[in-house]
């Protein structure tokens, strides 16, 4: 099969991916195998062609937004079929067993394993994952517009969900990419006043037309204090912005991997009064299953660029340049 891999990081511009006809993998016990028709291009494949995330084995294939139709069962699996639609996210494998995962937060796990860096991914014409980190996907959606679902939605859901927003409450959005207009989806769902602050007239545009109350630029102030906030911009600036924003008890939770340096907080200015400050870390299959539930009730909006899986590389080009409207999704049929 096709399967693009990280030959040696590099910046995208030099192209450090590569193209390779490799064996179509076999799924191993537990495992099952999806003929790949869709794998989302996140920024995090970014990180990893281009060496931020320094590669675990060589020649790894990327993707991890992976919606496929099972085509292959290993021994010992239960609650998938051939001809079942599934998607592969980040999270991979955890042990089970460290007081992480047995107290719900396997995010955390130290032994946690991840798709496209410790295993292959979807930028590829097959791909395997165990049957039990799989997930079913929801009706009523394309393959293409599923991708972007299984990581950029459940990360951003789970920070959202970590800012704590009471119901009804007033939320604050500070950046408005592929992640963050999924999750100001939910919030809207849920009865929210969704604030959106960013630089990009485009993005402000699409915020107001998706249902939030106002669209102001990044380091401006809402309108009205908030209940709650996240952070999606890496921009570490922007978080005593954000806490200034926020009413009295109200958290702010930052969804990205990598943020800038955190200026000099004040605590009168910043903290007192009982406001805090959150990071979010991967998700759990559980925060993955609640986001795809809530998707499956309430149709999002998402929208996509397509890529055959043979421009993958211009794919990634495309993306660090920030030429992609949407989330970019490469397709193997072409
Ligand atoms: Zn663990
Ligand atoms: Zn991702």
Known sequence: MIGWQVATPAPAAARPLRRALVPVPEPA?????????????????????EGDLPPRRPGTIPGHEVVGYVDALGDDVDGAAIG???????????????????????????????????????????????????????????????APLLCAGIVGFRALRRAELPPGGRLGIYGF??????????????????????????????????????????????????????????VGDLVPVALRALDRGGTLSIAGIHLSDVPVLNY?????????????TANTRADGHEFLEIAGRHRLAVTITPYPLDRADDALVDLAADR????????PSG
């Not at 494998?93 to 130290?110: F, Q, S, V």
């Not at 990044?218 to 906030?229: G, R």
């Open 29 to 49: 016990v537990g495992q099952v195998r999806l003929r790949v028709a869709a794998c989302g291009v996140c920024r995090t494949d970014l990180h990893l062609a």
């Open 84 to 146: 079942d639609r599934l998607g592969i996210a980040w999270l991979r494998e955890t042990d089970g067993a460290c007081g992480y995962c047995r107290r719900g937060a396997e995010n955390l796990c130290p032994a946690s394993r991840y798709t496209g860096w410790d295993a292959d991914g979807g930028y590829a014409e097959y791909a395997v994952v165990r049957a039990d980190y799989a997930y079913q996907l929801p009706a009523g959606y394309s393959d293409g517009e599923l």
């Open 177 to 234: 990419g592929a992640s963050a207009h999924l999750a100001a989806q939910v919030a809207l769902a849920e009865g929210a006043r969704v604030h959106v602050m960013t630089r990009s007239e485009a993005a402000r545009q699409l915020a107001l037309s998706l249902g939030a109350s106002s669209a102001s630029g990044a380091y401006e102030a809402p309108p009205e204090p908030l209940d709650a906030a996240v952070l999606f911009a890496p």
């Open 268 to 280: 009168q200015q910043h903290l007192f009064q009982e406001r805090s400050v959150r990071s979010t």
């Open 324 to 331: 992609v409207n949407g989330a970019a999704v490469l397709f």
